[in-house]
């Protein structure tokens, strides 16, 4: 007689996870509002132009521009520390490099090929870097900078240095099998890493609901263990708010976060892009109610700044703006030599 088979030992319960803080909109001062106004306007005004300057043939290649995005890269970085957090993201990545304090002047010139560029004209606009602003790219590839996010993580707690490694991505990336390599590393180890998911809707051309069977980007790391937050990207002090809330979790040492920022880009994917998979009612829909920048003026409306304030605020970041298209268009181009420099840690 066959003997029957023998029980499964039931899987242990899962302890109940530690959940952040649900996050509070940030309480800003006037001075702090205003900050974050001229910062995303610096954004804005800086990537107009470089359309127009790819427009006129002086930047090459590809080019993708953050207009409709600004309170992302500004709320969540100015609630970073910049003398030890680390910044990685894909190849749209100018606003970031702005809102990490970068001077505009070597961030044209590098998108206009020439010596004088952060990346002295060898990375254009998808693969600018500074060490110095701990600033690592402006990556190219779908997906990679995340498990290189990861690794600056891994290097944070390795130095006990304090810092995190806020990791941008999209939501066409969040489809690519490296990242959830990155979170199960990451949630492993406890590494302090933010990862940022700028849900901007469209990955390329197709929008997220076609292309994620799961198009709630924040549940992505739950079954690493990694809690998620979804966040108005739209809105420049939920934001910060999420970011105090992400930092305080990831630098107490209890492992990654993600946020998922719902936002909305303008323009196409790059400047190649005629963006035909979406109407331009749909576009002016988001601007007139969401506009990140408006909602800010609003806000420092109501603290009693005046028009004649804001423009004269307009005024000046256009002039910082055209002097640093002045700068890169007058500046020299590389030469030649510099295509051997760089490629090697050290002479051989």
């Not at 290189?148 to 130095?159: I, Q, R, S």
């Not at 810092?163 to 066409?172: I, L, N, P, Q, R």
């Not at 700028?198 to 990694?226: K, P």
């Not at 002039?319 to 002045?326: C, H, L």
């Amino acid at each position: 007689m066959a003997k029957a088979p023998a029980k499964r030992a039931s899987a242990p319960a899962i302890p109940n996870r530690e959940r952040p803080a649900e996050p509070v909109r940030f309480e800003a001062s006037k001075g702090e509002l205003l900050d974050f106004y001229k910062q995303m306007l610096l954004i804005r005004r800086f990537e107009e132009k470089a359309g127009q300057l790819y427009g006129l043939g002086l930047i090459g290649g590809f080019c993708h521009l953050y207009i409709g995005q600004e309170a992302v890269a500004v709320g969540l970085q100015s609630a970073l520390n910049g003398d030890t957090d680390s910044v990685i993201t894909g190849y749209r990545d100018h606003g970031h490099m702005l809102a990490y304090g970068i001077d505009p002047k070597v961030i044209m010139a590098e998108l206009t090929g020439r010596a004088a560029g952060i990346s002295r004209g060898k990375g254009g606009s998808m693969h600018m870097f500074s060490v110095e602003h701990k600033f690592y790219g402006g990556h190219g590839i779908v997906g990679a900078q995340v498990s290189l996010g990861a690794g600056l993580g891994f290097k944070h707690k390795y130095a006990k240095d304090n810092g995190v490694a806020m990791t941008y991505f999209g939501d066409g990336a969040a489809n690519q099998g490296q990242v959830y390599e990155a979170f199960n590393m990451a949630e492993l180890w406890k590494l302090p890493v933010i990862f940022v998911i700028e849900n901007n809707q469209y990955a390329m051309g197709t929008s997220v609901n076609r292309a994620s069977a799961e198009d709630q980007l924040y549940r992505r790391g739950e079954s690493f263990r990694i809690p998620g937050l979804q966040v108005d990207g739209m809105d420049v002090l939920a934001v910060r708010g999420a970011a105090e809330t992400a930092v305080e979790w990831v630098r107490s040492g209890k492992g990654p976060i993600l946020l998922e920022l719902k936002t909305y880009r303008y323009r196409g994917h790059s400047m190649s892009d005629p963006a035909k998979y979406r109407s331009r009612d749909e576009v002016q829909a988001v601007r007139d109610k969401s506009d990140p920048i408006e909602a800010c003026k609003r806000e420092l409306e109501k603290l009693g700044v005046k028009e004649d304030e804001l423009k004269a605020i307009d005024k000046d970041i256009r002039g910082i703006v055209n002097e640093a298209a002045d700068f890169a268009e007058s500046s020299p181009e590389p030469e030649p030599s510099e295509l051997y420099t760089d490629v090697l840690v050290d002479t051989y």
